[in-house]
Structures are given as C-alpha cells and as structure tokens.
C-alpha cells in the first residue's frame, strides 16, 4: 500500500539497531483493559546532561543527541528536556504496558527526525501531560518536511492513549498514527495541535478514537514562530489505511489550508464517524471514502486549549495542567458535563484487586477524572456501575444520589474528593430472591455473581446450605425461603420438583438462568501465589459458565460475553466450567492456569 511521501520509511525514527521489545505474554483482554497494570518504575536510561531540579518537582535533561528507551512495564515521567542545545532527542517507546507522563519540550527543536517513537508488541502505552509546544524547524531535518512529534511504527502492535498533550509548529505531523490498521490501535483525549505540518491527529484504525480534542492552523505568513517552517498544507484531522474512526466532543478549523478534515489519500480510503462537537472549513473524502457528521456538530468551533492540556514545558514537567476557563464547552478536564455534576472514584491498591459496584438515582457515564482510564471492563448497565481495579483508578460522573455501593478489597472511594464508607449506602445485598413452594417437595440450586445469605424466617437456617458464598442449595415444600444477594443471578436449577421465583419482587423463569451443573471440564486461574494481580481471557468453542470449583470465587467483574470470558484474579481462585475446546487464551500476569478435562469424572 501507497504510503505519503512526508515519511519515507518506516523506520525513520529509531537507531538501525532499534528491535521491538520481547513483550513476554501474548494478547490484551480487550482494547486498553490493562493499560493501567503499566509498572511503577523509572526508565532505565543514561541521562547525559541531567540536571536536578527536584526542588521543582522534575529533571532537567539535555538534548546531546542520545535515546531514551523505554522498556516493558516502565515509567519515564516528571522530565524537562531541554532542546535549547540544538541537538537531537528521541524517546523510543520499546515495550508495551509502559508510560510517559509529565514530559515538557523546551525550545525549538533543531534536531532530524521525530521526538517520541513508539514500536512494540502487544500491550498498551500511555502518554499524558506532555508539552510539544514550542515547535520544530526543518533545518538540517533527516526529510522533506522536518522533523515531526510522535510517530508510531506499522507493525507497532500498541493501543495508545494519547491524553492531555499539546503539540505546535511540528513540520511533519503532529501525531502520526495512520499505521494503526497494521496493528494496535488509538485514542486521544483532551489534546490539543496546532499549526502543524502534514496533520495534527492522523489515525485510521476501527479502534481509533478522538475525544475532547482541538486542532487548528492559523500561521498565515510562516515567517513567524517555530522557526518559520510550519507547512501550509496542515490538516487538522487526517484519517486513512483502515476503518471508522470515531471523534466525539471535538473542534477543528481549516485554517490558510482549505480542509478541515481529510479521509482518505494515496488510493486507500478513509472513514469518519463525526458524532459531536464543531468544525469550520471543508470536509475532503477521497474515493471511497466516507465521513458522516451528526446534526449536533456546530459549524463554529469552540478552539480553546481543553482543560487539562499543559501550556509549557515546566507546566507539563512537574505535572501542572493549563486552565482554558470560559471555553464555554461544558467539558470538564475529564470529558464530563454540567448535566453530570458528581463524580465517583475507586481508587485501587497495588496490594490486591478491589471488586466494586454502585448503583445511582441518576445518569452516569465513564470519566477519566484523575487519569483514570477508561475500561470495556467496567460496565454500565443502566444506573448501576460493576467493575473491579488493582493498582489503577477508575471513575465514573453521575447525576442524582449514589443508592447503594458495595466494595470487596483494599480499594477506596471518594465521591466528588471526599472519602467515603460503602456502608453508608444502601444494603450490602441489594437484592433479594424469594423462593416459594408449590405443595411438592423441591430441591434447588442458586448461584450468583457475587455473595449471598439466607434472610427469611419462614423456615429454618438449617435447611439451606450456602457453598461458598455465592451458592445455595436448599430444598422445600411449602412455604417460602429468602436470600440477599450481590452481583447477578446466573444459575437456578431444580433438581426435584418445581417451586415460584422472584428476584427484587419480579417473576422470573428459572429455565432462562441455565443449567451448567452438566458441563463438563473445568479451567482454574489461580491467583494465590501470583506477584499481584493478573487479568486473563479466554474463548471456547461450547458453552461456559462461572465455578466455584476447587473454591473459586464467584465475581460479578468477571465477563461471559457468549462463548468469551474476560476477568481478573488477585489471591484468590477464578473457575469456570465450559465443555468444547479452549481456542484462545490471553494471560496478563503469573497467575497459574490448571485446565481439568472431564474434571467431574475425577
């Protein structure tokens, strides 16, 4: 495929001998799921030129021509790199599930090639709080048109996050990620560019997305800032190579070059999904390409920096953000709105992982509140929220009153900054599950997602009997038995008779929660002896159903999506039984993985 002559080779930004890093345990559990598992270290690096300014809260780095690479599981964060020298700087991104954050450019930089490269296995990279904003020049640049700020190699198999970053006057693109249809994917949040050459955000992959971003050029002579070698060819938005790219909640302008917005180019199309937002300037759809824009996206753009977005480079290196106030969006440093005022954080610990749900009187939606990621994880289903986190944040806005909030594991919660005890809110079991006989003896067995206890005294504790936690088995002939649970219900089977159910004063058809209890084989991932927490996922080719064999835990963060299943473990034991074959598996950790064939034949 056709590649835009603006970079003339793919490996155009690292050293000859730049190899992608051994990325150990293959596959993601979904799109960024364990972003945040990215380890709490420093880089390991020489830093020639270093200087302290810890009293400032970061390091000051000299541009002498080096590359900082960054491996597997590193974080390089709270650093000044100074480019006042002239010389040339490279961050080389090397390994997956690794971070940049706090990072601030200072001067122009004079160097040949781009400043962040990224090229890795699969895992996710996250880059946050960086400043690129003082521009390049293509003085002595290795190509055509100068240097550029962050690119990202085809065959890269990275999900990126690019959020918080503000990128100006880079000759060569601002963001260049249209390999992404080769591989990996990416999401920008709350970034902003400007006056770039070529683009400011290029993409292309179905998994790309742009949130809350700004991009515009108004550099009308080029005589003027960064060096006086700001293309007047810079787009805004450049998608092409692969599927939809989604933008949401962003605004754009064309500027002295007449789109705003270009899908598609060198003979491969490109495709847009515009859902929000404003735009001013024309839309170019190459051949078969296709750009649809919703009836919300206003044709004034609001072109203020998002809030969040660092606006100099010790701003950005000590971990500071700019303050776009009057920008009338809105949009909080977050995506959120003034239609969901409130914001619920669960803080996770590096000690265990921490299972979480809520439930609110309101709206709610997602939020990256705190750097918070957001994950496919966590779900929403209606007004209440289940989801879990190790050593991350998750966080959510909401309108109206959180009802009920239940929390197993080291984690915390703060509502809007101020800590508080899940019990004070609503009932530990939530929900309750009546069980009525019909006049004939009957035989039963209840399993949920989350714990469950005996509350009624209609008949004797002693006639039902909870297996850990999570299942109940009881029998009855007349009369009725009342359980609280949490979580879901996922199982009701009667194994002599028959009997009436309700859950939270609803009829339900029991024949509708399935029966596995005849499933065959068992797959255990036990967590006990793991080094932390470990995520795991998995696809079978039958059918499968949550365990509580050998002691499992029954979790409602735990996902079955049809014949795939995706969770965590900390110390503790996961199981499932599934008849079929296991034809995919992705683990995140050391957690050990027992597969039992016909386990109930043993």
């Known amino acids: 495929m056709a590649r835009d002559s603006s970079v003339p080779d793919d490996e155009l930004t690292a050293p000859d001998d730049a190899e992608a890093a051994d990325d150990g345990n293959s596959g993601l559990l979904h ?14 690096a ?62 122009l930089y004079r160097g040949g090639s781009f400043m962040i490269s990224i090229n890795t296995g699969k895992g996710d990279v996250l880059v946050e709080n960086v400043y690129l904003g003082d521009g390049a020049t293509k003085e002595g640049a290795d190509f055509v048109h100068g240097p550029g700020a962050v690119f990202m190699h085809r065959g890269s198999e990275a999900d990126m996050t690019f959020r918080h970053c503000n990128v100006q ?12 249809p080769y591989g990996g994917s990416v999401r920008f949040e709350s970034c902003f560019g400007k006056n770039n050459g070529v683009t400011t955000f290029r993409c292309g992959s179905a998994d790309d997305e742009i949130v809350n971003c700004v991009a515009y050029n108004d550099n009308t002579d080029y005589g003027d800032g960064y060096g006086g070698y700001v293309e007047a060819h810079g787009r805004p ?17 064309d500027g002295p070059y007449s789109y705003a917005l270009v899908a598609g180019a060198n003979g491969s199309p490109g495709s847009v999904d515009f859902q929000s937002g404003g735009i001013r300037g024309q839309i170019k759809r190459a051949s078969g390409s296709t ?7 206003s044709s004034d753009p609001d072109l203020s920096i998002p809030d969040g977005v660092p606006t100099s480079p010790e701003e950005a290196a000590s971990g500071g953000s700019g303050d776009s106030s009057g920008s009338g969006t809105g949009q909080s440093n977050d995506g959120g709105s003034d239609q969901l005022p409130n914001v619920l954080l669960v803080d996770g610990s590096p000690a265990d992982a921490t299972r979480y749900e809520f439930s609110v009187d309101g709206s709610l939606e997602h939020a990256n509140y705190e750097g918070a990621s957001i994950d496919d994880g966590d779900t929403i289903d209606g007004s209440t929220v289940r989801g879990s986190v190790a050593d991350w944040k998750d966080a959510f806005r909401f309108s109206g009153e959180v009802t009920d ?30 069980v009525t006989g019909r006049g004939t003896p009957t035989s039963y067995e209840i399993t949920v997602d989350g714990a469950i206890e005996l509350v009624s ?82 696809t079978v080719d039958g059918a499968v159903a949550k365990s509580d064999y050998e002691g499992a835990s029954i979790n409602d963060a735990d996902l079955i ?20 074959d296991i034809v995919d598996f992705h683990l995140r950790g050391n957690a050990a993985i027992d597969v039992q064939y016909n386990a109930r034949d043993q």
């Open 31 to 44: 799109r960024r799921s364990y972003m945040k598992l990215a380890g709490g270290t420093t880089a390991a």
């Open 46 to 107: 020489t830093l020639t030129g270093a200087a302290s300014a810890a009293d400032k809260g970061y390091d000051v780095i000299e541009a002498r021509g080096q590359t900082i690479r960054i491996g597997r599981g590193e974080t390089f964060e709270n650093k000044l790199i100074d480019l006042t020298t002239g010389e040339s700087f490279l961050i080389y991104v090397e390994g997956a599930n690794s971070v940049l954050r706090n990072i601030g450019f200072k001067g």
């Open 169 to 180: 006057g880079y000759p060569n693109n601002g963001f260049y990620c249209s390999n992404t």
């Open 237 to 253: 938005v450049w998608v092409w190579n692969g599927g939809t790219v989604t933008i949401r909640n962003s605004h754009f302008a």
């Open 291 to 297: 750009v649809t824009v919703a009836d919300e996206v």
């Open 405 to 434: 909030l239940t929390v197993d594991g080291p984690g915390s919660v703060r509502v809007n900054g101020e800590r508080v005890d899940p019990a004070d809110y609503g009932q530990r079991l939530p929900h309750v599950l009546k």
């Open 457 to 538: 005294d209609d008949a004797p504790a002693a006639e039902a009997t909870t297996v850990s936690g999570s299942t109940v088995q009881s029998s009855l002939t007349d009369g009725s038995q009342t359980f609280r649970f949490s979580g879901a219900l996922t199982d009701v089977t009667f194994t002599d008779g028959a009997a009436d159910v309700t859950v939270d004063g609803e009829a339900i058809d029991p024949s509708e929660y399935g029966d596995y209890e005849m499933l065959p084989h068992a797959i255990v991932i036990d967590g006990v002896d793991a080094d932390g927490a470990s995520a795991y996922s998995f």
């Open 561 to 580: 999506e049809d014949t795939a299943v995706r969770g965590t473990v900390g110390n503790w034991l996961d199981a499932y039984w599934f008849d079929g």
